[in-house]
Every structure is written in structure tokens, then in C-alpha cells.
């Protein structure tokens, strides 16, 4: 198992490699896992961005890769208040809503590497203190720590938040993870339990009004991918386990799993009719949860303490074909 350096535009990157895996990071532009391949299989796992697409990358990071969303989805008109502070987000879509957080290209700072027999990590970090466009919009200074953990087949993921300033802060947090469908999507198909789904507006905001899966009830028994078109917002509830299973018809899939306790909320995106790509996106909130009338049991809203750090963690599996008998 080891660790290497290499690059993206002039930008360095760290590759942690096992014999199945090879898992790309670029930590000087918002350390975003911006490539997985399988080396058995021979193909690329996620979305991963060209050199030329720098231009897009640069404006929509979100786009490629498993980029994390701080926090996930649209608050309305960016603005909110919490603890007798008030938070005004960027602007940045339809209907003056701002979108996917204030994490974008941020330079992480490299911590840690550590390379053995069994796995490979590395650890980054990111005070928010240091970025004055961060602060303008969340005032209070956060310290984000990153661990990524390669283990043959497994790719394990951890976040870990610490407030450091004086009054208690709402935090949310979510992956926009690109997952491919190699231009056939009726090849796969994907189980995941959910108990039920929530109303969006016109604005793509929830309402807070749940209502049942009617059609995608399918989901947790297994439904194929041909001819969707999905940017559906599905409730976990009770089901478990918290984990998405994405497979292909001769046995190979993916198992994209999250810790029960923090996530509540499953995202589905298509990029229109699924071809390419199925956004699998794990949410520990709701979008726009600081603005919801809804008990923060409900809206998944992580309430971060002075001092107090909350750690979030996240686990990719690859599934191995059928072995023929």
C-alpha cells in the first residue's frame, strides 16, 4: 500500500494505491477525491475531471469527483441566524438561494501520511479562520480534519469538525459523489433503503411536508437505471443499513456506505436521463435546515459546540463479480 505524489494543472495530488485501487486527492483545490480507479476492472468509478476542464472545475468543483458540500443543497436567499449570529450565504443560484455550501477550492494543508502491509492514509486539514471569504459568510472559525484510508478493496473516509470559536454553530454536511454508468445504464441497478421522500418547491428548497415513495419503493428492494431522470430527496427514517448498493448485471457493484448516527438524507441526481452518471449523495441535513420549523431530530442539523468536535465517517466497497462455478 503506498502513497505517491502527482498532478492536476500544475496542482499536486496524492494517490494512495492498492492492488484493486487507485484513489486520486487534491488537497490544494478543496481536497476533492477527484478520481477512483479500479485497476482489476480497468475502469474509472467516479466522474474524474480532464485537464481541460479546468475552467468548469474551477467554477463548479462540485461537478467531478466526491466533493464535499459544507453544507449540502440550497438555503434560501443564503440567509439565516443561529445562537444571536447571523449567517449570509453567497447568492450563487436560481431565485437568489445559495447552493452547496461555502467549501469550494479551499488549499488544504497535508498532515499526515502513513503507509504499512495492511492500508495507506492520509490526513489533511483546514482552518476556516484563514480564509477571509469563508469568514465573511460563517463567522465562526472552524477546524476541518480529513482522513482518507485505503485498505485493499475499501476507501474510508473521515471528517472531523472542531468549533473554535465562542457560541454554538449549526453544520451540515454532504458528498456530491459521481458515480459512472459507462454509458449503460441498464446495466446497473441500485438498492438502497429509504422510508420515505420530501416535498421540494419551485425552488428545489424542501417544504418540510413528507410524503411516501409511491414509485420508488422500488428503491430498497433494487431498481434498475435505465431511463432516469432523478434529483429526488429521500428520507433514511428507520431503514438501515445506511448504504447505497450500486450493481452491475454480472455481479461487480459498489457498496457507498455512512454513519447512521449523523446521516439522514439521501440525494439521487441524474444529470437528466441517466446515461453516465448517478450522483449518489449522502446528506447529514436536510437543505436549508437552519431556516426549517422542523426539531433538528428531523432536519439532521449538527449543532457543533465550542470545543466540542463531531466526527463524521463514510466507507466505499467494491463488490466483486459472480464467481462462475
Known amino acids: 500500500m503506498t502513497v505517491s505524489k502527482g498532478t492536476w494543472n500544475g496542482y499536486e495530488t ?10 486520486t486527492l487534491l488537497p490544494k483545490l478543496g481536497n476533492n477525491v477527484i478520481g477512483i480507479r479500479d485497476l482489476q476492472e480497468n475502469r474509472d468509478i467516479l466522474r474524474r475531471p480532464e485537464e481541460s476542464d479546468k475552467d468548469f472545475y474551477m467554477q463548479k468543483p462540485y461537478h467531478f469527483g466526491m ?11 443564503g ?8 449567517y449570509q450565504f453567497d447568492q450563487n443560484t436560481a ?11 479551499q488549499s488544504w494543508r497535508v498532515a499526515d501520511i502513513d503507509e504499512n502491509e495492511t492500508g495507506c492514509q492520509i490526513v489533511t486539514e483546514l482552518l476556516t479562520a484563514d480564509d477571509a471569504n469563508w469568514m465573511r459568510q460563517y463567522p465562526i472559525p472552524l477546524k476541518l480534519e480529513m482522513s482518507l484510508q485505503l485498505q485493499g478493496t475499501s476507501l474510508m473516509q473521515r471528517l472531523k469538525i472542531t468549533n473554535l470559536g ?7 454536511f454532504g458528498l456530491h459523489t459521481w458515480f459512472l454508468l459507462d454509458g449503460e445504464p441498464s446495466r446497473w441497478t441500485l438498492k438502497i433503503p429509504v422510508s420515505d421522500q420530501l416535498v421540494q418547491d419551485e425552488e428545489q428548497i424542501p417544504t418540510g411536508e ?5 414509485e420508488w419503493e422500488e428503491l430498497n428492494t433494487g431498481m434498475n437505471m435505465a431511463h432516469r431522470n432523478w434529483d429526488n430527496l429521500l428520507r433514511i427514517g428507520d431503514k438501515r443499513p445506511v448504504s447505497a448498493e450500486l450493481r452491475r448485471d454480472d455481479g461487480y457493484g459498489l457498496r457507498y456506505s455512512a454513519d447512521p448516527d449523523y446521516f439522514k438524507y439521501w440525494v439521487l441526481y441524474t444529470k437528466g436521463e441517466s446515461d453516465q452518471f448517478l450522483c449518489i ?3 447529514t441535513c436536510l437543505p436549508d ?12 442539523l449538527i449543532e457543533l459546540e465550542p470545543g466540542v468536535p463531531v466526527e463524521l465517517s463514510l466507507q466505499l466497497d467494491v463488490i466483486e463479480k459472480y464467481t462462475m462455478l
Not at 14 to 23: A, F, G, H, R, T
Not at 95 to 105: A, F, S, T, V, Y
Not at 210 to 214: A, D, Q, R, S, T
Request: charge should be negative; proline fraction near 12%.
Open 289 to 300: 435546515a437552519p431556516n426549517s420549523t422542523h426539531p433538528r431530530e428531523f432536519t439532521g
Open 166 to 172: 465562542e457560541h454554538a454553530a449549526p453544520f451540515g
Open 210 to 214: 413528507v410524503i411516501p415513495l409511491h
Open 95 to 105: 431565485n437568489d438561494n445559495h447552493i452547496h455550501g461555502l467549501h469550494r477550492n
Open 79 to 86: 440567509h439565516f441566524e443561529y445562537d444571536g449570529v447571523e
Open 281 to 283: 449523495e449522502p446528506y
Open 14 to 23: 496524492y494517490i494512495l494505491k492498492s492492488k484493486q485501487l487507485e484513489v
Open 67 to 77: 466533493p464535499m458540500l459544507m453544507p449540502p443543497g440550497r438555503i434560501r436567499r
